[in-house]
C-alpha cells in the first residue's frame, strides 16, 4: 500500500475550489462525465461512469472533504483527505490519499495530478 501526498496552488478562489470537488454539475462540466456526488457524510460517490467509487467520510464546507475510495476487498481502507486554505486570493489543495493499492499508485497519482486537480485548474482558468 502506498500514500500519495500533494499540494497544489489554484489561482482560484476557494468557494469556486470547492464546488468543483463537491458540486455533481461542476464536477461534470470539468470531468465530461456525469457525477453522483452529495457533500454530506455517508453518501456514496461515483465518477468517471464509477471509475472510481467510495463514501463521504467527513466534510466541512470549503475547508476539508475526506473520502473512501473503494478498491475491491481491500483489508485497509483507502483514505482521501483534501484539505483546502485560503491563501491570497489562490486557494492551497493539500491532497493525502493513503493506502492505495501498489498496483493503482501510478494510475491514481496520474489521476490526482493530471484528471482531477489538473482538470479543475484548467476548468476555473481556461485562458492561464
Not at 500500500?1 to 455533481?24: H, R, S
Not at 496520474?110 to 482558468?125: K, P, V
Request: charged share 25%; hydrophobic share 40%.
Amino acid at each position: 500500500m502506498k500514500t500519495f501526498k500533494k499540494t497544489y496552488f489554484l489561482n482560484a478562489g476557494i468557494e469556486d475550489v470547492y464546488a468543483a470537488l463537491t458540486n455533481p454539475v461542476t464536477i461534470e462540466l470539468w470531468s465530461g462525465y456525469p457525477a453522483v456526488m452529495e457533500a454530506r457524510p455517508g453518501s456514496l460517490f461515483s465518477l468517471w461512469e464509477g471509475d472510481i467509487e467510495g463514501v463521504i467520510l467527513e466534510v466541512q464546507e470549503n475547508k476539508e472533504i475526506v473520502q473512501e475510495w473503494f478498491f475491491g476487498d481491500r483489508e485497509e481502507r483507502s483514505i482521501a483527505t483534501i484539505i483546502l486554505i485560503r491563501d491570497f486570493g489562490e486557494t492551497q489543495v493539500m491532497i493525502e490519499h493513503a493506502n492505495i493499492p501498489d498496483e493503482a499508485y501510478e494510475n491514481i497519482s496520474t489521476g490526482w495530478n493530471d484528471y482531477i486537480i489538473g482538470a479543475i485548474e484548467n476548468f476555473l482558468n481556461p485562458n492561464f
